[in-house]
Structures are given as C-alpha cells and as structure tokens.
C-alpha cells in the first residue's frame, strides 16, 4: 500500500462537503490535493501531509502528532505530517484539512501547464521518415 486511500476518500469527503475545487496530483508515493496550483494537503501512507506555510510552521509543530516533513531526510520548513493518531476523529481531520486549504487558498494562482508530450527514444526529436521513395519526407501520397 503507497498510501492510506480511506484518508484520501475522507480528505476528498471534506474538500467536496465544503465546496474546494480541486486537483489530485500523484507524487512521491502517495497523492496530493492541488488547489489553485499549489499542494494544500496529502497522503503519505498512513500520515496526512499539510503545507501549512513557512510563517505557520512552528506553531503548527507545537501540536501533537505532527513531525516535520523529512521525505528528502532534510526538513522541509512549510509543511508536516500529521500521525494516525491526529486525524482519527472526523474534527481534527477537518481542522487540518481547512488549515492547508487556507494556506493553498492563500497563495496567488499558478497558470496551468501545458502537458508534456512523450519524449521519443531519439532523445525526444521527431525524425521525419525519409525514404527513397518519398524523399520529402511528407506523409502524402506523390
């Protein structure tokens, strides 16, 4: 199992009962609710990750079940993981989920990207096909 799904179900449970646009986005083993282009909350396992914003971190530290978010083995200011044991009761889940919608809600909007086409196995050049016969290399018949 990446990751904790009846978290994921209870966190999309609460982001549509409140009326949150959002985007799921899969990362690091686990996935992310996206709002407005930025990470508001996760699941990681079985913990929820919250991006609570650097000014908010310390605070946020000082409440039981959280740990700093250390994915990368280096703490990441910004953002925390909240153990089972904080987001067991339906209230402290929302109160955590609301915390990282405030701060994704916060930030201004991130323009949507283009998606990525597939990269070749030419190194992501397209060749056209060049043959003897059709030596243009256009696809229409001469």
């Known amino acids: ?5 009846e978290l994921e179900t209870r966190v999309r449970n609460i982001l549509e009962k ?3 646009d959002y985007e799921l986005k899969y990362m ?3 996935v992310a609710f996206m709002i407005r282009g930025h990470m508001s909350v ?8 919250v991006k609570v914003g ?13 740990r700093p978010m250390d994915f990368t083995k280096k ?10 044991a904080g ?4 209230a402290s889940l929302v109160k955590w989920v609301q915390r990282g ?3 994704a809600a916060s930030q201004p909007e991130k323009p949507t990207k283009a998606p990525r086409l597939p990269k070749k196995a030419s190194g992501g050049k397209i060749k056209p096909s060049v043959s003897p016969r059709n030596p243009s290399g256009s696809r229409a018949k001469p």
């Not at 199992?1 to 799904?5: G, L, S, T």
């Not at 703490?75 to 993981?81: D, I, N, P, S, T």
């Open 28 to 30: 690091f083993g686990g």
């Open 101 to 103: 919608v405030a701060f």
């Open 54 to 66: 650097k000014e908010a971190h310390d605070a946020a530290m000082e409440e039981p079940h959280t």
């Open 18 to 20: 409140e009326g949150v």
């Open 1 to 5: 199992m990446a990751y904790d799904e």
């Open 87 to 90: 987001t067991r009761s339906g």
């Open 75 to 84: 703490a990441m200011k910004g953002l925390l993981f909240v153990e089972p």
């Open 42 to 49: 996760g699941v990681l396992k079985e913990d929820l990750l």
